[in-house]
T-cell receptor, first 115, second 109 residues
Framework: DTGVSQDPRHKITKRGQNVTFRCDPI?????LYWYRQTLGQGPEFLTY????????KSRLLSDRFSAERPKGSFSTLEIQRTEQGDSAMYLC?????????????FGQGTRLTVV | DAKTTQPTSMDCAEGRAANLPCNHS???????VYWYRQIHSQGPQYIIH???NNETNEMASLIITEDRKSSTLILPHATLRDTAVYYC??????????FGKGTKLSVIP
């Protein structure tokens, strides 16, 4: 068990560019979550997958945000046409519904800076 | 999910017990109380959760009042590595965690 891995750890991009972040969950976990955290605030839920199905996406911040988990393993979060307000930490978490372990384990996050 | 109230910040001397309170007076009968912490520049870390009985694990103890309107997370022997923001989160098995602003615990040497 190597934990939840996120890549990259830091990303600086110019306003208007597209960015994509990757999350590799704990291998036996079938649930995957994305959160966003701005300075001084707690993490804010964005979206949730069970296996490859995206079961909740209404909390994605705008239609510029999208997420995929094509084979039920790793996931990507894409932000199109980035804005300065998108600057934040993007966190991924995973958990298992199969073993009854419902606690979510978080990665270290990707810090996005839009300049 | 129930609303929570936590102190904005607390200090604790190294080696002493840290007692972090949380008020969740609107908690419903099927909501567990989860505690997470977030060390600076890291993702949140699960600590413990409980429904109505007190719980203990290798990290902490959780005391839930009989009426379930409040709880206390206890770190029995705080170390400098316990300096973090601690979040109390009622959750009824839903897929999302609703984080508030938490309590910033500073462990003082």
């Amino acid at each position: 068990d190597t934990g939840v891995s996120q890549d990259p750890r830091h990303k600086i991009t110019k306003r208007g560019q597209n960015v994509t972040f990757r999350c590799d969950p704990i291998s036996e976990h079938n649930r995957l979550y994305w959160y966003r955290q701005t300075l001084g605030q707690g993490p804010e839920f964005l979206t949730y997958f069970q296996n490859e199905a995206q079961l909740e996406k209404s909390r994605l911040l705008s239609d510029r945000f999208s997420a995929e988990r094509p084979k039920g393993s790793f996931s990507t979060l894409e932000i199109q046409r980035t804005e300065q307000g998108d600057s934040a930490m993007y966190l991924c978490a995973s958990s298992s519904s199969l073993t009854g372990l419902t606690e979510a384990f978080f990665g270290q996050g990707t810090r996005l800076t839009v300049v | 999910d129930a609303k929570t109230t936590q102190p904005t910040s607390m200090d604790c001397a190294e080696g002493r017990a840290a007692n972090l309170p949380c008020n969740h007076s609107t908690i419903s009968g099927n909501e567990y109380v989860y505690w997470y912490r977030q060390i600076h520049s890291q993702g949140p870390q699960y600590i413990i959760h409980g429904l109505k009985n007190n719980e203990t694990n290798e990290m902490a103890s959780l005391i839930i009042t009989e009426d379930r309107k409040s709880s206390t997370l206890i770190l029995p022997h705080a170390t400098l590595r316990d300096t973090a923001v601690y979040y109390c989160i009622p959750r009824a098995g839903s897929y999302q965690l609703t984080f508030g602003k938490g309590t910033k615990l500073s462990v003082i040497p």
